[in-house]
DNA sequence: GATAATTGTTATTGAACATAGCTATCGTTG
DNA sequence: CAACGATAGCTATGTTCAATAACAATTATC
């Protein structure tokens, strides 16, 4: 059919192409080149590898990363209003509203007035909500070990201060 | 108006709620309790921080990370096919042919046809695109300097073997 | 008390990522 | 060589995440 034509339209005209002896090697092992000193791109390989492993470690509780990151600020900051916490955890007011309504649906967190402002909440967690961060924190502390087995204590110790300098790297533009 | 009793509908049944003394505080400084050991949170924070100076960096030339990474390998791999080059930075064939398409487009990327495989194509960098990444790959250098200067040359060094050793983690599980 | 700033909310958008299904081509096998 | 399955690229679609704009309620400021 005409398929074939419609597909190659995006290539376009280069059905002749190549006549500048461009090479055509195949890879099987890809060599990725100046990317290997490219900080940036390994952190991103690196955050993405533990968040996986972070993902399965917490499928079983259906908590995702962000989740626990605002529990644990809830759990750590009892009565924070809901601008705080997204603050903190670098999220966007508009976008933590629903990630706080399913936290509260969930039953794990508790919007409660704020009683000096009631324009805001006093976030905290729930009897449940702080039963579950329990489990969760447990959890949590075996997911970095497996990071320590993978590099050795020391060098995982070692990483803390320099991905915090580079994190705050910046800070003072916005 | 009724815009009230919808908007606090959300937040539900908790107006007269506070029952077990739970706290009010507001946060001025905001503890990040255990997640200041949880390297997964401090590599997404560091990288979205590296990301947002590289992003800046390149603005100029409308270059994101992905695309950076993309020509990289091309251009250290000349002729590979499209999925060879997705797989090796982790990008599903599907979503990459747009992001080839953006740089073909912009006269970057040429599609080859493959002798020996008339369904594949062999990537290469154009004229321009050669030319530009000699531009890029400088910006990248100050930019790599950049968080050099924020951390210090031996700790930066010291960076990529367990950052490498992370991303490698739990590659033979799909 | 009028005006500006804050707090939470909604709606909307764009980018990044994943899945299913399709066509064309290749490789293998009968 | 015909039939079959596997591969390469493509389209369509949906989901998640992050960013912006605009709004109502409340508070702070002058």
């Known amino acids: ?6 597909r190659r339209s995006k290539a376009g005209d280069n059905e002749g192409a190549n006549e500048e002896g461009a090479p055509v090697r195949d890879g099987a092992a890809v060599d990725h080149g100046p990317l290997d000193r490219r900080l940036g791109y390994l952190l ?3 955050q993405i590898a533990v968040f996986r492993d972070f ?3 917490f499928a079983d509780h259906d908590i995702r990363p962000g989740q626990y990151s605002i529990l644990t600020v809830i759990e750590t900051n009892p009565g924070l ?9 670098g999220i966007k007011r508009a976008n933590f509203v629903a990630m706080i309504d399913e ?14 402002d009631r324009r805001s909440y006093a976030l905290n967690l729930t009897a449940e909500g702080t039963r579950l ?10 997911h970095e070990q497996k990071i320590v087995d993978a590099i050795g204590l020391e060098t995982y110790r070692a990483l803390f201060a320099p991905l915090k300098a580079i994190a705050r790297m910046g800070e003072g533009e916005a």
Chains 1, 2 share one sequence.
């Open 55 to 57: 993902f399965a470690a």
């Open 103 to 116: 936290l509260q649906t969930r039953g794990l967190v508790r919007r409660d007035p704020s009683p000096a």
């Open 81 to 89: 209003k809901q601008g705080a916490v997204g603050e903190a955890l």
């Open 1 to 6: 059919m005409g398929a074939m034509a419609s």
């Open 133 to 142: 961060m329990a489990e969760l924190h447990a959890l949590a502390e075996r």
């Open 44 to 46: 991103r390989r690196a």
